[in-house]
């Protein structure tokens, strides 16, 4: 279903509403962040600036959901009919936008015939999603597993020798 036009004053409105929530939201959970572990750090270098790194703070929430904003029925009233149901998603829910692929191996296929195909990856039983090239030889990816609260998500980085 297509996005409501808005007029100004209700763009202005909704822009107003969504800052305050992120801002009470994150009032409500800072005090409970902790920094990157070292080895976070070390994963997320070669994608941001140290002074990022340093700055970032993290938590994952274990049992609690972050709630529905206040001002969904009013989006409802605009005729915004695709507002995700946050109060009972779990970590991995809620984003049709991502492709998963469960029991991976990944590999490489020259589509010029100049080398054979090379695996990169071991096999794995976890769900692999957002997969990117980052540079010319190197694949950059996700892993998940299926369950909640995965405690071994992280960014994955292949290099691929040819």
Same mark, same amino acid.
């Given at each position: 279903?297509?996005?409501?036009?808005?007029?100004?004053?209700?763009?202005?409105?909704?822009?107003?509403?969504?800052?305050?929530?992120?801002?009470?939201?994150?009032?409500?959970?800072?005090?409970?962040?902790?920094?990157?572990?070292?080895?976070?750090?070390?994963?997320?270098?070669?994608?941001?600036?140290?002074?990022? #790194?340093?700055?970032?703070?993290?938590?994952? /929430?274990?049992?609690? @959901? $972050?709630?529905?904003?206040? *001002? !969904?029925?009013?989006? +409802?009233?605009?005729?915004?009919?695709?507002?995700?149901?946050?109060?009972?998603?779990?970590?991995?829910?809620?984003?049709?936008?991502?492709?998963?692929?469960?029991?991976?191996?990944?590999?490489?296929?020259?589509?010029?015939?100049?080398?054979?195909?090379?695996?990169?990856?071991?096999?794995?039983?976890?769900?692999?999603?957002? #997969?990117?090239?980052?540079?010319?030889?190197? /694949?950059?990816?996700? @892993? $998940?597993?299926?369950?909640? *609260? !995965?405690?071994?998500? +992280?960014?994955?980085?292949?290099?691929?020798?040819?």
């Amino acid at each position: 279903m297509a996005t409501p036009r808005l007029t100004p004053d209700q763009l202005n409105q909704v822009s107003r509403l969504v800052a305050q929530y992120i801002s009470s939201q994150r009032e409500k959970y800072v005090s409970r962040a902790v920094p990157l572990s070292a080895k976070q750090k070390a994963t997320l270098a070669p994608f941001f600036s140290s002074q990022l #790194l340093e700055s970032t703070r993290v938590l994952v /929430l274990q049992v609690e @959901r $972050v709630g529905n904003p206040e *001002f !969904y029925p009013m989006l +409802r009233d605009l005729l915004f009919k695709n507002l995700p149901d946050q109060s009972g998603m779990g970590p991995q829910e809620g984003r049709p936008d991502l492709q998963f692929w469960g029991g991976t191996r990944l590999w490489v296929v020259s589509l010029r015939g100049k080398w054979s195909p090379l695996g990169v990856t071991q096999q794995n039983p976890d769900e692999t999603y957002d #997969l990117r090239w980052l540079d010319d030889r190197t /694949l950059v990816f996700d @892993r $998940v597993a299926d369950v909640m *609260f !995965y405690k071994q998500a +992280r960014i994955w980085k292949a290099e691929v020798a040819r």
